[in-house]
Each structure stands twice: as structure tokens, then as C-alpha cells.
């Protein structure tokens, strides 16, 4: 990899330094030819997960089996719990594809993380309901709530579901192979509240669900933030594993659990040596692989590695570091998106980070030209790859493409990294017949996991789902 790509070419470098970004540029730019190769093995491990239960790819079944009309009106409630907050809505669905929602927002403590979440939970429905007049009494039939649940559960019901593994941080003990629904609806009963939750729903098939009601042609929902997961709709004839009754709409949203790709052989992405350390030293390694190259929770450390590793040779920084950059996560994603659009001549929003973010003073042009770099490239490589399951999916159900679709879109990443959007569309153009991918449409579907959740109670309520 020649340094021809300006972007990459560091005004006033060392031959050293240039030739240690050239070698970044190749671990970190993926060819056309790279990435059709991961996505023939991406659909593979679709099959694999259709197929049969326990493998990489999960495919797990959400027991959502209606797409909504958009002409369903009424409120209906849901808790979203994500990976640092909780909320707990009140969404009015107006029968013309239009939600409105209020919501209270809870940060999760430390000890709800790590102990207490269940009576957390509970405990905010409890400050919602009752400073809104909005909490049962007597004889009133309890609440019906939807429950997005961001985390890995194997559903067995529209209601149930037992937790496979915390992600995301979250680590309370005595919850993996138990229903989440039960220790919930247990805490609800503790603190008195009437409420029952009718829906179980995965972020990213809330996602879907929220898309699907302001436009029925939606077959897709994915969340790139903190985290990245994606569900669709599949022809149960192609779900080998059901074995439950076939559903009258003939198609089920399935919870893909894509962040797993890759996790059992490590054979696939394009691991450099920055994503091994980040794996090696993570809260689960070997887990979550293809989420950790494209998910905003981890590309300002994969960024850090990087900065280490150059500073390491002293070809970065004069070989100069501090305590807050040898400290893990202490490099966060906003400061890559806002490097890679730094555009003041002497980058100094760059410098602003360097030198007062991470305390490393006295920061060269040189030193903030190879970090913008490294920004560029840690985020580019993300949507790329991003670009990956999309294909894979859509063209799963190509049948579906010869008329207009919907993807929708919700996380951080997507909304508010620096092209992320673009870089990801014109990717996954290069690999879908240009007469079948003129006619989808990615569009960000905002609260996709609080209002889907909703969504996903009426469905409940209304059609058994």
C-alpha cells in the first residue's frame, strides 16, 4: 500500500513514521475483493444459524410474526433497556405511520449493572407511572408493557425468554439461563406495581417493528452504536429449525445476534494486531467479534492501541504517553468522529484532545496528522464492514428487492459518526445489481428500540403478534 491516497500521506513525517502508516493503511483498508469474501461467508453462517440451534450466527427466533398496518392507533408503553440507560415510554401511535412518545430517562448505576437491575427496573416504571396519575388501581386491569432487552436471550415466547450471556458491560450474577421476563415481572410484583409485560423484544426488532409502522415496506432494522445487532423478516420455509406452528403471514422476524460473526475462529475479519489486544483484555474475549470492530464502544480503544503501539517505537508523541491514555476505554469514540472532520489548519480540535483530553502536552502537526489518520482509518474500516451483514441479509431474500425496501437504522454510529452513512451505502452498492438496489431505502429509524418495543405490545394486544 503506497501512501498515493493523500489522506494518508503525513506532511513533514519521518520515511519511519510514513512507512508505519502505510502499513496501517493496508491492515485497515478492505478491497471490494476482501469484503465479498467475508460476505459469502457471512450468509454461510446465516445458513448454519437457520439450520440448527447453538451456532455462531443464532438466528433466533422473536415469535414476531405481523408486520403493523400503520393504521393501528392507541398508547402503549415499553421499557427499553440499553446498554448505559433505561427508559420507560408512553408512545401514542396516531393510525397515519406516526408515533409520538414521551419518556423518562434512567442511567444505570453501578450496582444496578452489577446486582440490582431487576428492582432498578422496576422501580423507574414505578417513578414514571406515578408522576404521570398513570399507575393501576382497584379494579383496573394492569398495564400492558413491552420490554426491549438488549441483550442475547434465547425467546420461547412472545413473552419469554431466558438470557444467554450479559454483553455491553452488564454483569449480574444468577440471571444467564433464566427467563428475563419472570425476573422482571417478579421485581414488578415486589415493588407492588400492576403491570404485565406482554413483549419481549430485542432492540433491533424493535428497531424493525418502529420502521415497519411509518412504512410497511420495511424488511430490515439494525442499530450500529454502542453495539450492533440486526433482525429481519425470513420466509419461515427457510427456517429449518422451527418447529413451532407455521405462522398464517408465512414470515417471522428473526434476531440475528450478528455481533457474534466470526467469534469461534477468528478466520474471517481482518484482525490486525490493535483487535487482538482489544479482544485479548475485554470483559469477554473471543465473543462479540464482528461487534467489535464496527460498534462505538470499542473503536477509540482500538484507536488507543494504535497510538500506543506508534508511540511505543517513537514514532508518535516523541514516545511520550500519560496516565489517562494507558488507562483502558480512556480514549472514547466522539474523539475519533470528531478528528476525522478536523479541518482547522493546524488541526487543533485534534490538539485539543491530545493535550487536554488524554494530557500529553506539547502535541506536534505531525502527531495530529497521524491521529486524524487513524481516526479515518478505524472508522472507515467500521462502516466497510458495516456494509457486510447488510449485504448478506438483504440478499437473503433478494425476491424481496425487485420492490421497494426499507432498512431501518438507529444507533449512534450511524447517526452521528462522520460518513458513516455514505461510506456504508456506496459499499453495499458495489455488491448488490444496481436495478434491485435503487430500490432500497436506509433511513434512520430514531428510537427504534423504545418505540419498536411499543409497537411490539400492541401487535401483542392486538394480533396475538
Known amino acids: 500500500m503506497s501512501s498515493a491516497d493523500s489522506r494518508y500521506t503525513i506532511v513533514g513525517a519521518t520515511p519511519e513514521q510514513q512507512a508505519a502508516i502505510d502499513m496501517l493503511a493496508s491492515q485497515f483498508l478492505l478491497t471490494d475483493e476482501r469484503l465479498g469474501a467475508i460476505i459469502k461467508e457471512f450468509r454461510r453462517r446465516m445458513e448454519e444459524g437457520l439450520a440448527a ?59 444496578a449493572k452489577s446486582r440490582t437491575l431487576f428492582d432498578f427496573v422496576a422501580q423507574c416504571v414505578d417513578t414514571f407511572l406515578d408522576e404521570r396519575n398513570l399507575r393501576p388501581l382497584g379494579q383496573q386491569p394492569p398495564i400492558p408493557m413491552g420490554l426491549t432487552f438488549s441483550y442475547p436471550v434465547q425467546q420461547t415466547s412472545i413473552n419469554s425468554g431466558t438470557l444467554v450471556q450479559w454483553t455491553k458491560g452488564l454483569n449480574v450474577p444468577g440471571c444467564v439461563g433464566r427467563d428475563v421476563v419472570r425476573l422482571l415481572q417478579d421485581a414488578l410484583l415486589r415493588s407492588g406495581l400492576r403491570v404485565k409485560i406482554v413483549a419481549l423484544v430485542n432492540d433491533t426488532v424493535g428497531t424493525l417493528l418502529s420502521a415497519a409502522y411509518s412504512d410497511p415496506a420495511a424488511q430490515m432494522g439494525i442499530i450500529f452504536g454502542t453495539g450492533t445487532n440486526a433482525a429481519y423478516y425470513e420466509d419461515v420455509a427457510n427456517l429449518a429449525k422451527w418447529k413451532g406452528p407455521n405462522p398464517s403471514s408465512g414470515e417471522m422476524v428473526l434476531n440475528m445476534e450478528w455481533g ?15 483487535d487482538i489486544k482489544l479482544d485479548r483484555k475485554s470483559i469477554n474475549p473471543r465473543k462479540q467479534a464482528y461487534e467489535k470492530m464496527i460498534s462505538g464502544m470499542y473503536l477509540g480503544e ?7 503501539w ?5 514514532l508518535l508523541l516523541d514516545g511520550r504517553s500519560s496516565e489517562i491514555l494507558n488507562a483502558m476505554w480512556s480514549v472514547d469514540t466522539s474523539y475519533l468522529s470528531s478528528g476525522a472532520v478536523d479541518t482547522t489548519l493546524d488541526l487543533s480540535e485534534i490538539q485539543q484532545v491530545i493535550e487536554k483530553t488524554l494530557n500529553i502536552s506539547n502535541s506536534t502537526f505531525v502527531d495530529r496528522q497521524i491521529f486524524k489518520v487513524i481516526a479515518i482509518l478505524v472508522g472507515e474500516r467500521a ?40 461510506i456504508l451505502v456506496e459499499t453495499a452498492s458495489h455488491f448488490i445489481p444496481q436495478e434491485q438496489f435503487k430500490n432500497i431505502n436506509f433511513t434512520l429509524a430514531k428510537d427504534g428500540s423504545g418505540v419498536g418495543a411499543a409497537i411490539t405490545a400492541m401487535l401483542a394486544a392486538t394480533y396475538d403478534a
Open 53 to 111: 440451534d447453538g451456532r455462531v450466527l443464532k438466528m433466533i427466533p422473536s415469535y414476531v410474526t405481523r408486520r403493523p398496518l400503520g393504521s393501528e392507533v392507541g398508547s402503549y408503553f415499553a421499557i427499553d433497556l440499553g446498554g448505559t440507560n433505561l427508559r420507560v415510554l408512553k408512545v401514542t401511535l396516531d393510525g397515519h405511520g406516526g408515533v409520538t412518545s414521551e419518556h423518562q430517562k434512567f442511567a444505570l448505576t453501578e450496582e
Open 302 to 308: 482500538i484507536a488507543r492501541n494504535i497510538i500506543l
Open 310 to 314: 506508534l508511540a511505543d517505537q517513537r
Open 260 to 274: 457474534a460473526f466470526d467469534s469461534d475462529d477468528f478466520a474471517f475479519l481482518p484482525f490486525t494486531p490493535h
Open 383 to 422: 462502516a466497510r464492514l458495516s456494509a457486510v451483514g447488510v449485504v448478506a441479509t438483504l440478499t437473503k431474500r433478494s425476491d424481496l428487492l425487485n420492490k421497494p425496501v426499507t432498512v431501518g437504522i438507529d444507533g449512534s454510529m450511524y447517526e452521528h459518526y462522520p460518513y458513516f452513512h455514505d
